[in-house]
Antibody
Framework: EVQLLESGGGLVQPGGSLRLSCAASGFTFSNYAMSWVRQAPGKGLEWLSAISNSGANTYYADSVKGRFTISRDNSRNTLYLQMNSLRAEDRALYYC???????????????WGQGTMVTVSS | QSVLTQPPSVSAAPGQKVTISCSGSSSNIGNNFVSWYQQLPGTAPKLLIYENNKRPSGIPDRFSGSKSGTSATLGITGLQTGDEADYYCGAWDSSLSAGVFGGGTKLTVL
């Protein structure tokens, strides 16, 4: 079964850091680009970041550029999101998602995890 | 405000057809593929349409997608109460070098 499982969310103080992980199974992880998407409570989807299948290329939304870093370990079938300088407005459910097309980055996301909640509060 | 513009809500009766629009620009919809997602309450989004009009396996043909210029449309026929959900369009934006979503449309099946 194709599956993504996020972990690493929790409560952090403003200005703090958190690293999210996304464990992939059931498909050849190294063949697909991956994205992080978040959803604040009661709000819409916000694309945050993507990484090519090899990890050579990364992309970010302006809202997180310079604060968040996406990476992947294809040997461990795991995607990461390092989040620094967290703000109250970063409070959201964070999803990792897999691109539908082999070897290309299109942000057509066919498999999603269940999400991990991040709360930023003192 | 979202880069892609969707109506906040649409409604229709069971069995009827509804369309949801998504408006963008040449840097996103105009020159890149559009995807559509369904998000049922309390669940992760689900891909309904990719590459403008293709359905992943398991998605019924009641769902269809089209694109013209800088706008895209999701169509749903034979509406069911189980279709009540939030629907999002998404695309790559070549100018931003980023993914973008619409603000979402809440579908009510009356």
């Amino acid at each position: 079964e194709v599956q993504l499982l996020e972990s690493g969310g929790g409560l952090v103080q403003p200005g703090g850091s958190l690293r999210l992980s996304c464990a992939a199974s059931g498909f050849t992880f190294s063949n697909y680009a991956m994205s992080w998407v978040r959803q604040a409570p009661g709000k819409g989807l916000e694309w945050l970041s993507a990484i090519s299948n090899s990890g050579a290329n990364t992309y970010y939304a302006d809202s997180v550029k310079g604060r968040f870093t996406i990476s992947r370990d294809n040997s461990r079938n795991t995607l990461y999101l390092q989040m620094n300088s967290l703000r109250a407005e970063d409070r959201a459910l964070y999803y990792c998602a897999k691109d539908a097309k082999l070897l290309v980055l299109r942000v057509s996301l066919d498999i999603w995890g269940q999400g991990t909640m991040v709360t930023v509060s003192s | 405000q979202s880069v892609l513009t969707q109506p906040p809500s649409v409604s229709a009766a069971p069995g009827q057809k509804v369309t949801i629009s998504c408006s963008g620009s040449s840097s996103n919809i105009g020159n890149n593929f559009v995807s559509w997602y369904q998000q049922l309450p309390g669940t992760a989004p689900k891909l309904l349409i990719y590459e403008n009009n293709k359905r992943p396996s398991g998605i019924p043909d009641r769902f269809s997608g089209s694109k013209s210029g800088t706008s895209a449309t999701l169509g749903i026929t034979g509406l069911q109460t189980g279709d009540e959900a939030d629907y999002y369009c998404g695309a790559w934006d070549s100018s931003l070098s980023a993914g973008v979503f619409g603000g979402g449309t809440k579908l009510t099946v009356l």
